[in-house]
């Protein structure tokens, strides 16, 4: 029975990782920061007995030796996409993952499962990037038996990606298409990337590197089109100058939470889908299947007129 560790398992991809590795048996602990609020949370996305929750502080060297003791595998799902006073790329894409990996080695760990990013290879001026790239060098430095996932943009009902776009679609008059729209993604699914990441751990994969990708390519604009379809609203997609981008995302990045930063949109202008030169899953065996307007139609009525009530839906039944 292998004992699992996972760090940020109170995000998108950890909910639904936990729950298909407690119902292979694996015994999961699961760090989180704050304990009173996400602690009920995670022990309820897996199977009773097989989860255990503790709380910590993730740069405390003490507690993460605790913490590493008698485990076979640490999954790191930290990350994040603009930073903050609290949070930098470079603690937490660089500084953290580098501790992880030395703690693996320290206690002789069978695998280290760490979360980046695809594409960011030739984005040299962007510092998620950048710092994605320097904390996977680190990694591999520091551990061997590291296996880096390198996916593209995850979709499910309660992502950062489709929902946000959905709800801004279905309240602005008109959309703006940063360089025409054209960044292709690979959208893969939640429940895909865990399956990915189980199979990993069952199969004893070590020291590689995976990019993982949906069963489709699909440009930006192309994915605004296919949401919109899917609420049943007309948007007007308009192109935007650079200039007139960059003064938006500037103005963003003044708020808590912004809507797009500078260095976000610099990500754009690079393609995210496989890169050809790197295996991906397709490549080990482990295939894509979901659909990306299938399972967003899923959750999609929650924008429409009317909800789950909406006319589109009731004529999709008839």
Known sequence: MKKVLIFGGSGQIGRHLIRKLT?????????????HKKGTLLKLSGNPGYVEVIEGNVFDEKQ?????????????????LYENKQNTFKNIH???????????????????????ALGI???????????????????????????????????????????R????????????????GKTKFSPIHVTEICQIISSIIDRNICSDIIECVGPEEISFKNILQRLLKLIGKKRILMPMPLLVAQSLAF?????????????????????????????????????????????????????????????MKQKDKN
């Open 165 to 180: 776009l959905l709800t801004l679609l279905s309240l602005l008059p008109f959309f703006p298409l940063y360089y025409n």
């Open 251 to 311: 103005f963003f990045e003044l708020f808590p939470k912004p809507l797009l930063t500078l260095d976000q949109l610099r990500l754009l202008k690079y393609q995210n889908v496989p890169s050809g030169q790197i295996k991906t899953n397709f490549d080990l065996g482990i295939s894509s299947y979901a659909n990306f307007d299938i399972e967003v139609e899923k959750y999609a009525y929650m924008w429409r007129d009317g909800g789950q009530f909406s006319r």
């Open 121 to 163: 290879e030739k984005a040299i001026d962007s510092k998620y990037a950048s710092s994605k790239l320097e904390g996977e060098k680190n990694i591999i430095n520091n551990f061997s038996k590291s296996t880096i996932l390198k996916p593209s943009i995850i979709f499910s009902v309660d992502d950062s990606f489709s929902c």
């Open 23 to 35: 119902k292979k048996n694996y015994l999961v602990t699961v760090v989180t920061r704050n304990l």
């Open 64 to 80: 993460l030796n605790n913490f590493f003791k008698d485990k076979d595998v640490c999954i790191n799902l930290v990350g994040i």
């Open 94 to 116: 660089v500084n953290f993952p580098t501790i992880l990996s030395k703690k693996c080695e320290e206690y002789k760990l069978k695998q280290f499962i760490h979360i980046s």
